[in-house]
T-cell receptor, first 112, second 113 residues
Framework: GQNIDQPTEMTATEGAIVQINCTYQ??????LFWYQQHAGEAPTFLSY????GLEEKGRFSSFLSRSKGYSYLLLKELQMKDSASYLC?????????????FGKGTTLSVSS | DTGVSQDPRHKITKRGQNVTFRCDPI?????LYWYRQTLGQGPEFLTY????????KSRLLSDRFSAERPKGSFSTLEIQRTEQGDSAMYLC???????????FGPGTRLLVL
């Protein structure tokens, strides 16, 4: 079966750094995505990893280790607007539609 | 705005009624996906189209659900004989190809009373 695990909730303070972990057990791995979702809104794309290593994009970085089935999203210089749910999603090869399999999301609360 | 659009944004219906949602993907995106998201969960794949062809359906898509994309542009998702368990956010996403990032619309929030 396909399984993606991430913590349910995390808290942090403005200006801090937070790391959100994601572990997955899937067959036919073909890329990992991170999305941000504010309450009541659609997910918005943050980052994509298909090879091992770190991808950096401004205040956000994402890391992937395919051998360990592990990824993390690193958020630096946290701002209040970063309070949201962060979704880890795996694209699986072999499904005709290359649909994404999502974790349940990590709700991040940033306080001042 | 050239993003994915969905209509309506909110729908309240009574159990047993039929509802239809519309999704307009980003122009020239040939792949269109439907997902369902319930509170506290990540989106779950329902079905996907490549142009007008519906290429895959999840087992979540019972026979009360039907989706179409008649001209390879917009898509509709119909739920017949709605049940309270159908209450969820229905999300549409599009991508220019299978290996590209999926971009999501704002969703249609359905409440079945």
């Amino acid at each position: 079966g396909q399984n993606i695990d991430q913590p349910t909730e995390m808290t942090a303070t403005e200006g801090a750094i937070v790391q959100i972990n994601c572990t997955y057990q899937t067959s036919g791995f073909n890329g990992l995505f991170w999305y941000q979702q504010h309450a009541g809104e659609a997910p918005t794309f943050l980052s994509y990893n298909v090879l091992d290593g770190l991808e950096e994009k401004g205040r956000f970085s994402s890391f992937l280790s395919r051998s360990k089935g592990y990824s993390y999203l690193l958020l630096k210089e946290l701002q209040m607007k970063d309070s949201a749910s962060y979704l880890c999603a795996v694209r699986v090869r072999g499904q005709a539609g290359t649909a994404l399999i999502f974790g349940k999301g990590t709700t991040l609360s940033v306080s001042s | 705005d050239t993003g994915v659009s969905q209509d309506p944004r909110h729908k309240i219906t009574k159990r047993g009624q039929n509802v239809t949602f519309r999704c307009d993907p980003i122009s020239e995106h040939n792949r269109l996906y439907w997902y369902r998201q319930t509170l506290g969960q990540g989106p779950e794949f329902l079905t996907y189209f490549q142009n007008e062809a519906q290429l895959e359906k999840s087992r979540l898509l019972s026979d009360r659900f039907s989706a179409e994309r008649p001209k390879g542009s917009f898509s509709t998702l119909e739920i017949q004989r709605t049940e309270q368990g159908d209450s969820a956010m229905y999300l549409c996403a599009s991508t220019p190809g299978g290996r590209e990032t999926q971009y999501f619309g704002p969703g249609t929030r359905l409440l079945v009373l």
